[in-house]
């Protein structure tokens, strides 16, 4: 069993910032990219930021290029996601999102996913 647990979501006012925190745990043999999802009210999920297995490769969508960066400790399986300037727009629930090979066994990595946390950005 595989599983991620994401924290640090909150309210904050437009301009702020939260960095939340995501950590892999159970049967883990590697965790190659990992990255972060979120989901507004009423629409679909949409992509937010990605980091490579080394960390040497981070990837964003254009909305949150500049106001956001995503790291990871790869000692402890976990990803940040360090959001600045935090806009109402970006009011949604946040989900972390994995590759992870649970045995040396399996030739490929499974997506697993968190089950998110909220982010309100609000006065």
């Keep these: 069993q595989v599983q991620l647990v994401e924290s640090g979501g909150g309210l904050v006012q437009p301009g702020g910032s939260l960095?939340?925190?995501?950590?892999?745990?159970?049967?883990?043999?590697?965790?190659?990219?990992?990255?972060?999802?979120?989901?507004?009210?009423?629409?679909?999920?949409?992509?937010?930021?990605?980091?490579?297995?080394s960390g040497g490769n981070t990837y964003y969508?254009?909305?949150?290029?500049?106001?956001?960066?995503?790291?990871?400790?790869?000692?402890?399986?976990?990803v940040d996601l360090q959001m600045n300037s935090l806009k109402p727009e970006d009011t949604a629930v946040y989900y972390c999102n994995a590759d992870i090979r649970s045995s040396r066994l399996l030739r490929v990595g499974m997506d697993y996913w968190g089950k998110g946390t909220l982010v309100t950005v609000s006065l």
């Excluded at 950590?23 to 930021?49: C, D, H, L, T």
């Design 19 to 53: 960095r939340l925190s995501c950590a892999a745990s159970g049967s883990i043999f590697s965790i190659n990219a990992m990255g972060w999802y979120r989901q507004a009210p009423g629409k679909e999920r949409e992509f937010v930021a990605a980091i490579s297995w």
């Design 61 to 78: 969508a254009d909305s949150v290029k500049g106001r956001f960066t995503i790291s990871r400790d790869n000692a402890k399986n976990t």
